[in-house]
């Protein structure tokens, strides 16, 4: 059974830091490309970050140069590292994992990843 649990969030300040982190167990690298999503009050889901098997990452555009995502396969944790936050940052994050042919169809759309963690709550105040 592969789980995955979130966990980092917490309440900063608009400029802020907060590093998410993506515990899992996943062992099967080769197979699986790992994203973060997100998910504020009233909004769809929307993809934030993705990394594939070979360490190639994508971001959306809302927060390329400040959020940076990574992975530490010896820890099966996955890493988002959040910068310079802005209060439309703020949200439920959740890690999740999809078949690497799924990801390379197009890595923003949810319905394609399998396995999703519970998520962290992240609140970012002006």
């Known amino acids: 059974q592969v789980q995955l649990v979130e966990s980092g969030g917490g309440s900063v300040q608009s400029r802020g830091s907060l590093r998410l982190s993506c515990a899992h167990s996943?062992?099967?690298?080769?197979?699986?490309?790992m994203a973060w999503f997100r998910q504020a009050p009233g909004k769809e889901r929307e993809g934030v970050a993705t990394?594939?098997?070979?360490?190639?990452?994508s971001y959306a555009e809302f927060v390329k140069g400040r959020f940076t995502i990574s992975k530490d396969n010896a820890e099966n944790t996955l890493y988002l590292q959040m910068n310079k936050l802005k209060p439309e940052d703020t949200a439920m994050y959740y890690c999740?994992?999809?078949?690497?042919?799924?990801?390379?169809?197009?890595?923003?759309?949810?319905?394609?990843?399998?396995?999703w963690g519970q998520g962290t709550q992240v609140t970012v105040s002006s």
């Open positions: 990394i594939d098997t070979d360490g190639s990452t």
């Open positions: 999740a994992a999809a078949p690497r042919a799924a990801c390379l169809l197009g890595w923003t759309r949810g319905a394609r990843y399998i396995y």
């Open positions: 996943i062992y099967t690298y080769g197979r699986y490309c």
